[in-house]
């Protein structure tokens, strides 16, 4: 029995110390060192440059319509025809306008001829009236001579002022037949180059059909959009780089002429125009370049 309570005492001691191990700490380990931030690299400026694409384009550029029908008579120049501003590219058959022109003519100077007849009349006239009032004033004549005197003369006046109405009307006939026929001369209305040629010689064409395409060379401008950020930021007279996509060994030099002064609501752009200056070898209207803006040159 006594052995019995000492094995028990024995086995309750062991468990305290069993509990009692198992609530001891272990010692901390060290933890490893944390790695050093990274330094960010120095920055760089941003490029503020923008590129654009657009036509070359010039001022003077226009198809030549027929003012008037008729038969192509004659062609006078081809595509690639440098011509200058008034030269004769083709003619229209002009016999029968000529011809009318010509019978304008002759009646406006038979006008003008009879004028001149009444004036000279009027003038004899005149002095037979101031001769015939003096006489009168004399009591050599009686009244009803001086007033017949009187209404031969103003008969006069009055035909020389029918004439002048009827000079006016053939003049104006005859301005309206000259026009008529300076339409069957077709010539250029500024200095340039025949791009086109859409008719030949004995074609009949109606009033509005096309005869040339002539196209200026120079000045070379350039239009092209900017995003709305831009609005304020360019100017008239600003500098720019253009490069064509055919001579990109190229640069060529341009300034600001024109800035739209509305927003596209549909694309949010501007529209500018430029003009190129200096040396323009290579480029041709119709062209597509590059332009490059750079607001904070």
């Known amino acids: 029995m006594r052995f019995a309570r000492v094995i028990g005492f024995v086995g309750f001691a062991a468990v305290l110390a069993a509990l009692s191990g198992c609530g001891e700490t272990k010692p901390a380990q060290a ?46 120049a081809e595509p690639g025809t440098r011509v200058k501003k ?17 019978a304008a003519a002759a009646k406006s ?22 001769r015939a009032r003096k006489m009168w004033e004399a009591q050599l004549i009686t009244k009803e001579q001086l007033e017949h005197a009187q209404f031969k003369l103003d008969s006069d006046k009055f035909e020389v002022e029918r004439e002048k109405e009827l000079l006016k009307a053939a003049q104006a006939g005859q ?33 509005g059909d096309r005869l040339f395409w002539v196209t200026a060379e120079s000045p070379l401008r350039i239009k092209f959009t900017l995003p709305e950020k831009f609005v304020g930021r360019v100017q008239r007279g600003d500098p720019l780089t253009v490069v064509s996509p055919d001579l990109q060994d190229r640069q060529y030099r341009a300034n600001v002429i024109a800035v739209s002064p509305v927003v596209d609501p549909s694309s949010g752009t501007i529209e500018v125009l430029a003009e190129l200056v ?7 209207p119709g062209m597509t370049a590059n332009v490059r803006f750079d607001p904070m040159r």
Request: no cysteine.
């Open 175 to 207: 301005l309206a037949l000259e026009l008529e026929y300076e339409k069957t001369h077709i010539r250029v209305p500024f200095d340039g180059v025949v791009a086109r040629r859409y008719v030949r010689a004995g074609q009949k064409v109606a009033l």
């Open 31 to 76: 933890s490893a060192p944390l790695a050093p931030a990274p330094v960010p690299a120095p920055s760089t400026p941003a490029d503020t440059a923008f590129v654009a694409s657009g036509p070359l384009v010039v001022e003077n550029q226009v198809d030549l319509a027929a003012e008037r029908a008729g038969l192509v008579a004659k062609i006078m």
């Open 109 to 130: 100077r038979s006008i003008d001829a009879n004028i001149r007849n009444f004036q000279a009349e009027v003038q004899v006239l005149q002095a037979d009236y101031d």
């Open 86 to 102: 008034g030269q004769l590219l083709a003619l229209l058959d002009d016999r029968q306008i000529s011809a009318e022109r010509d």
């Open 278 to 284: 200096g040396g323009t070898s290579g480029l041709r």
